[in-house]
């Protein structure tokens, strides 16, 4: 896959030109033997190929978190955003006592959810969806679900966070977001979520710490930077740093 055709080589060990590379038009060799192809590894299509290997992978869920930063750009208070908020409060209601029921400690004689990762999956993927038609609120619902599924998946938590951004709900986006560099420290995205968050409350300590935390877990796009509202912090020295950082 990663190989690419130099020249031919004689296949007869005792050929004393064995070692001489050919054109690829050339058949036979002086001593009359066949000629096979000689090759080498590739090394732009490998790169390239690496690299949108290690873009799929990065962040989990890395278009959707996108597309909620492109959306929370967007001001929170338009007339679309206040429908979907309003219509969607009953939701909104029901996924936040599903978190405190979650989150908190059981009540006595309550049986604990089966963790059912699979479910959980298929459950964030949904949300997913949903936010590609713009619907946050039923995404929020299904990433909420995804977390009661699974504890442990980073993906639900994560972007749960960054539905709630997305809707310019911020307050409600830090406990998530939070959990979600817990669970996937190495994650940059869920960092970059959380220090939007910070950054948007008026926490700059905070948000600088976290920025800090993507950076050296391999955040290297700077101009991608454009897509979180850091303006709390853009103008702090300790932000001008960072973002020079190499």
């Not at 004393?16 to 299509?45: A, F, M, Y």
């Not at 492109?70 to 029901?94: L, R, Y």
């Not at 948007?200 to 877990?217: C, F, M, Q, R």
């Amino acid at each position: 896959m990663f190989k690419k055709v130099i020249g031919k080589v004689c296949i007869n060990p005792d050929c004393p030109q064995k070692d001489k590379v050919r054109e690829e038009s050339t058949v036979l060799c002086d001593c009359g033997q066949e000629l096979q192809d000689q090759t080498i590894t590739d090394n732009k299509k490998l790169t390239i190929f690496s690299g949108i290997m290690i873009l799929i992978l990065i962040g989990g869920g890395y278009l959707g978190v996108m597309k909620l930063k492109e959306k929370a750009k967007e001001a929170v208070t338009s007339e679309v955003t206040t429908a979907v908020t309003e219509g969607g409060k009953a939701i909104s209601n029901a996924v936040g006592k599903t978190q405190s029921q979650t989150s908190g400690a059981p009540d006595s004689g309550t049986v604990q959810p089966i963790a059912d990762p699979k479910a959980a999956m298929t459950l964030v993927s949904d949300g997913l969806n949903l936010v590609k038609k713009n619907k946050f609120q039923e995404a929020i619902d299904k990433f909420s679900q995804a977390t009661s599924k699974d504890q442990n998946n980073d993906q639900a938590w994560g972007n749960l966070g960054a539905a709630y951004v997305a809707m310019g709900r911020h307050n409600d986006a830090i406990e998530p977001s939070r959990k979600a560099t817990t669970l996937n420290p190495n994650n940059p995205i869920w960092h970059l979520n959380l220090a939007e968050t910070y950054s948007v409350i008026g926490d700059k300590k905070n948000a600088l710490k976290e920025l800090e935390a993507a950076i050296n877990n391999g955040f290297t796009d700077r101009d991608k930077l454009k897509n979180f509202n850091f303006k709390a912090i853009e103008n702090e020295p300790k932000f001008k740093e960072l973002v020079q950082k190499k």
